[in-house]
Nanobody, 123 residues
Framework: QVQLVESGGGLVQAGGSLRLSCAVS????????MGWFRQRPGKEREFVTS????????EVADSVKGRFTISRDNAKNTVYLQMSNLKPEDTAVYYC????????????????WGQGTQVTVSS
């Protein structure tokens, strides 16, 4: 009964901003590292950013560095993705993921995934 439910996606013009949320249930949220991934049209799923259990450590993909910020609220069992200065190439389905282990390698196991939320950026 583990559930990760993304919300906050939608249509936005280039240069605009959007904040995604991922509500987590069925696991001990504070014991899990959280991440955001995205899948652009015709492309493979890619890593966007992640945050450690306490929120003290983050990793950010070069493609979104300086524009996207991940944060978490352990009291609300929710992780956020604040997106600013959005570009058309940011158009994608954005997925939330969870895992126990903190890992910075490109291939690390993510145990749980959400269903995704669509973000569309118009030029």
């Amino acid at each position: 009964q583990v559930q990760l439910v993304e919300s906050g996606g939608g249509l936005v013009q280039a240069g605009g901003s959007l904040r995604l949320s991922c509500a987590v249930s069925g696991l001990t949220f504070s014991r899990h590292n959280m991440g955001w991934f995205r899948q652009r049209p015709g492309k493979e799923r890619e890593f966007v950013t992640s945050v450690s259990r306490s929120g003290d450590n983050t990793e950010v993909a070069d493609s979104v560095k300086g524009r996207f910020t991940i944060s978490r609220d352990n009291a609300k069992n929710t992780v956020y993705l604040q997106m600013s200065n959005l570009k058309p190439e940011d158009t994608a389905v954005y997925y939330c993921a969870a895992r126990r282990q903190w890992c910075t390698a490109v291939e690390c196991p993510w145990d749980y995934w959400g269903q995704g939320t669509q973000v569309t950026v118009s030029s």
